[in-house]
């Protein structure tokens, strides 16, 4: 996770990290996973939804796969009173501990995933991902009652709690990620250093 | 027929099963239930026809999301009444309940829909229902505030019974941290005629909510399970508990003194039918001690034994906060309430009130703001009634308010506030004719005061008084009636007691001796709350000490632990005002280390203690030009080459700022910074954490930041524009659907003739998208920001 969360600050391929940053995101590691309380839900389809038959990212993430899961999960809303509280005290910490808190959430879904009882299971495909609208989250929200698990909407798609998400499981198949469709594609800063959104970087540190 | 009063809490009452899952069953489910009161009329009635058969005495109209906020557009009248008339059809004896649940928004200040809007919304559903109606259910519910919102509607417009609800899961809380006995405390105390849990688990998984529900709530308690969590397959939810299982809990639960059964999601008639068994059989006494309780949505806070309410955000001899409350700079208060809060405090006072200032507003924007910074309750402190009613109204929990005194006038308009919101009273024992001087007199007034709540329907248990402390130096003889005051009232009249204690030592020197003197004698007479600031470890230390000598083992350990070291009598005033700077010093001494130096390493503390240092031998301009701002230089240069990342530059950032204000405080007025900037988040965007990157880069420049938060309307912008005059205004935006709000907030402020220079900046912003929406200017991160403002203004 510690390569991610420097990822998402910022640091790059070859970057030296110091033991201050070190030190925060050992804090954050702790306090996030105190404070997280993680959710997660699932619905089983076997057939695709009309949203999804609106973009060929999608039919091409499911393509040969066996059905798929619908899927919205959370690590809750303490962890956004406790960032919006950091930003006060001390905004260094803050900064750390909104991306511990975003990398946790996803390694937590990945972790929860691999324990479903399901045959290979795929990568998660948020909305978003190749250019699929970020609509998508509330149509998938309201599929698997993502309510229940506390999950709402802004009018502006914005999801509450901060760090919660909606994705896709395919079962079965296969595809790996690609920047080929992204929106991104061109200005993509991790691409033009020749890196993907989805690589680790190599970092120099003595603890990693 | 008799009537529901007659009743709810005698005998057992039979609720109905869900409704969703019948529907599903008849195949008619669609995206907006409540529309089939329109549409399909027969099968609603049907699913009624079948749980009245299966012998319940409550039928839940089919209205659980007919609003404004999930339907608009939709005639809700039309929607609600056909629901009510459907609910009525095959009714024989049972009462019909208006069914009310959540909007599907997070209310202000975690979501963006405000309590005012939402009690609109939930008052427009009771003024169609309440007279067709027998009561109101308002069910599922998982925000406490919402739900506080809905019955204030309902009791505001009505007068019929209601019944409240919420969904707590596995963790033992609702999935916005509130526990059963604070749900439980707020509704009992506002005057709910039912309280419970429904949907969330099933009923084996219900069973430590349940019994929680059971010890704290003095009100009927209502259950309503789901069968279970379902799985759900190819959009059909797959349910596995048997209506046997699902009775045998429940009649647990009856005899555990449960007094109204019913289902939620998953069940039908068959398991109304299997509880049904229930029903009519006498609901089992419960014994529930009451205590004074106040609580915040996540904190439930018992008054007993000694709780320090933290007097800090309390302008009375403090002109700091005085002007911060003047120039409406909150964020000097929330800083406050965080020091205290990691202080200990178990709760904090909140006394907005400053001459000129509009504190009913002030009130309600604080108490709102402050829920999402600290987790401790509040005190809601104001001579002003009003201002009491805005800050208990927009409260999140069961706030104290303080204060009510004897006179008669004073306690009929406190009272039914603090009846109305379900607040604790905090009574001072003072009226027209002033303090009296002796412990009888005071006692005699706090009888008055707590006959005179009774007579609002306000029970003891939520009454306390302050029997009030006089200043040693004037008044030395009647120190001693207002400890004898205290005793009385503990003994006589079995309330908690509160002093504000540091009102004894006006004109006395060392006046922390004598305060924390006074503390231990009121605490031995009695005192449970001292009003007191808790970032002083004299008087911390002196709760510990006391408690610890009373024989509690635990107590004995937690002043070990807990003790705040005192090195010397000198350094003892110091040593109190402590913790948050010194939390980021160096191991090195500041004399091996040199300003540059802490400030590029982000070293508060240090970088404090070294600009006092450098002051002394070298003007204010001299440190700052000539030792700050090439550092800042150079912390900038290391960031673009990507020598230190985004963490390292916010220390250092805020190190800088540390060194600023220290330097600022050597001018005589506050006008010493470099420019203004006004800084947004747009509309529709919760996401503040760039805006508040932004906001730190430039205070470490010595830049005056105007901070108008998140979810920011335009015209709060165009105000602040002709307010501050800012040199440049920073909108920050995080998504794609935000950047339309931003683009929206540009175009009005244009149009409404603005000037200043507009920039954007946020994730999804490039310079392309910038020029789009008519944005003066755009740059790529803070960095970049400050240094364009830099270049423009020379």
Redo the contacts between chains.
């Keep these: 996770m510690r390569v991610e969360i ?1 990822k998402y ?4 391929q070859n ?1 030296t990290v ?1 033991a ?2 070190e030190s ?1 995101i050992d804090r954050a590691l702790l306090e996030v996973e105190k404070l997280s ?1 993680f ?1 997660y ?7 695709p939804q009309d949203f999804m038959l609106k973009h060929q990212a999608y039919m091409d993430y499911l393509k040969g796969s066996d059905g798929y899961l619908l899927c919205a999960t959370t690590i ?3 962890v ?2 406790r ?3 950091l ?10 501990f ?1 991306a511990t808190a975003g990398v946790y959430v996803e390694h937590l879904a990945d972790e929860y995933e691999k324990k479903l009882p399901y045959n290979s299971l795929g990568f998660r495909f948020c909305p978003g991902y190749a250019g699929t609208p ?1 609509e998508d989250n509330e149509k998938i929200a ?4 993502a ?4 999950i ?7 999801m ?1 709690p ?1 760090k919660s998400m909606t994705g896709i499981v395919r079962i079965g198949g296969e595809s790996r990620k690609s920047c080929k469709d992204c929106v991104a594609f061109s ?1 993509c800063a991790y691409r033009k250093r020749g890196e993907t959104c989805y690589s680790q970087p190599q970092l120099l540190t003595p603890n990693l | 027929m008799i009537t529901i009063h007659e009743r709810l809490g005698h005998e057992v009452m039979i609720f109905d099963g869900a409704f969703g899952t019948e529907l599903e069953k008849r195949g008619i489910m669609s995206k907006m239930p409540e529309l089939l009161n329109i549409t399909n009329k027969d099968e609603i009635a049907d699913i009624h026809r079948s749980y009245i058969e299966a012998g319940c005495d409550f039928i839940t109209t089919n209205t659980f999301g007919a609003n404004r906020i999930k339907m608009p557009g939709e005639d809700l009248k039309c929607v609600i009444e056909s629901a009510i008339e459907l609910a009525k059809r095959h009714r024989t004896t049972q009462y019909v309940m208006c069914d009310i649940g959540p909007l599907g928004k997070m209310l202000y200040p975690m979501g963006e829909l405000t309590f005012d809007e939402a009690y609109e919304a939930f008052k427009e559903m009771v003024l169609i229902a309440k007279d067709k109606v027998d009561g109101f259910i308002l069910e599922t519910f998982t925000d406490l505030y919402e739900l506080k919102c809905a019955l204030l509607a309902v009791k505001e417009n009505c007068d019929k019974p209601v019944f409240t609800t919420m969904t707590f899961d596995n963790t033992g809380h609702t999935l916005t941290g509130t526990s059963p006995r604070i749900m439980a405390e707020l509704m009992s105390n506002m005057g709910a005629d039912a309280i419970g849990v429904n949907c969330s688990l099933g009923p084996r998984d219900l069973i430590p909510i349940v019994n929680e529900l059971l010890q704290y709530c003095d009100k009927p308690v209502l259950v309503q399970p789901n069968r279970g969590i379902p799985a759900l397959h190819n959009g059909r939810a797959c349910y596995t508990l048997t209506e046997k299982d699902f009775a045998m809990t429940m009649a647990e639960f009856q005899q555990a003194g449960v007094a109204v059964l019913g289902g939620c999601c998953g069940t039908n008639p068959d398991f109304i039918r299997a509880i049904a068994a229930n029903k009519g059989k006498t609901v089992p006494e419960r014994k529930v001690v009451k205590q004074t309780v106040i609580t915040s949505a996540t904190k439930y806070l018992p008054l007993d034994g000694i709780k320090v309410c933290g007097e800090r955000i309390n302008p009375t001899g403090k002109k700091k906060l005085k002007e911060a409350i003047l120039n409406e700079d909150f964020d000097y208060l929330f800083k406050e309430a965080i020091k205290q809060e990691e202080a200990k405090a178990d709760l904090l006072d909140v006394n907005l009130g400053v001459p000129k200032t509009d504190d009913v507003a002030n009130m309600k924007k604080v108490v709102v703001q402050l829920s999402e910074i600290t987790a401790l309750p509040l005190q809601i402190d104001s001579s002003n009634p009003a201002a009491i009613e805005a800050g208990c109204r927009y409260y999140n929990g069961v706030p104290l308010i303080n204060s009510v005194n004897g006179n008669a006038d004073n306690m009929a308009k406190v009272f039914p506030i603090a009846k109305k919101y379900g607040a604790v009273v905090l009574g001072l024992t003072m009226d027209d004719n002033g303090i009296p001087q002796t412990a009888e007199e005071r006692f005699a007034i706090a009888e008055r005061i707590i006959d005179g709540a009774a007579s609002y329907g306000i029970a003891r248990h939520r009454m306390m008084i302050d029997t009030l402390t006089l200043t040693c130096s004037a008044q030395q003889p009647l120190v001693k009636e207002t400890l004898r005051a205290l005793r009385m009232v503990t003994d006589k009249l079995g309330v908690k007691t509160a002093l504000g204690v540091s009102n004894v030592s006006f004109g006395m020197p060392n006046r922390e001796l004598i305060n924390s003197s006074f503390l231990l004698m009121a605490m031995e007479n009695g005192l449970t709350m001292p009003i007191i600031n808790p970032c002083n470890a004299t008087m911390m230390n002196s709760i510990l000490a006391f408690k610890a000598l009373r024989g509690n083992p635990e107590d004995l350990n937690a002043y070990i632990e807990d003790v705040i070291p005192v090195t010397t009598m000198a350094d003892a005033p110091n040593a109190a005002t402590n913790t948050a700077a010194a939390a980021v010093t160096s191991a090195v001494k500041p004399s091996e280390l040199s300003l540059k130096e802490a400030v590029k390493r982000g070293l508060k503390a240090d970088s404090i203690a070294l600009t006092k240092e450098a002051l002394k031998n070298q003007p204010p301009m001299s440190v700052i030009n000539d030792i700050l701002i090439p550092t800042l230089n150079e912390v900038g240069s290391d960031f673009e080459k990507q020598r230190i990342f985004l963490p390292q530059l916010i220390s250092a950032s805020e190190a800088c700022k540390e060194a600023f204000d220290v330097i600022k405080t050597m001018f005589d007025q506050g006008n010493s910074h470099k420019g203004t900037i006004v800084l947004a988040t747009v509309k529709g965007d919760v996401h503040d954490i760039g805006k508040n990157i932004v906001k730190v880069i430039f205070e470490s420049y010595g830049y005056k930041v105007i901070d108008l938060g998140k979810d920011t309307p335009k015209e709060a912008i165009k105000e602040a524009d002709e307010k501050y005059h800012p040199d440049i205004i920073g909108l920050s935006a995080l998504m794609t659907t935000t950047v339309l709000s931003m683009e929206e907030t540009i175009a009005y402020l244009k149009g409404q003739g603005v000037t200043t220079p507009i920039y954007v900046g946020g994730a999804v912003l490039t310079r392309v998208l910038a020029d789009q929406i008519h944005a003066d200017g755009y740059t790529k991160d803070a960095l970049e920001f400050v240094e364009t403002v830099e270049k423009i203004s020379e």
Excluded: C, P, W
């Excluded at chain 1, 600050?9 to 790059?12: A, D, E, M, R, S």
């Design positions: 420097l600050l910022g640091y790059q970057a110091d201050q940053t925060l309380e959710k839900v699932h619905a089983f389809y076997d057939y809750g809303i303490a956004d009173r960032l919006k509280r930003q006060m005290e001390d905004m260094a910490y803050a900064v750390v909104d970020l309201a599929l698997v009652k309510n229940k698990i506390g709402s909407f802004l009018d502006s798609g914005l509450l901060m200005a």
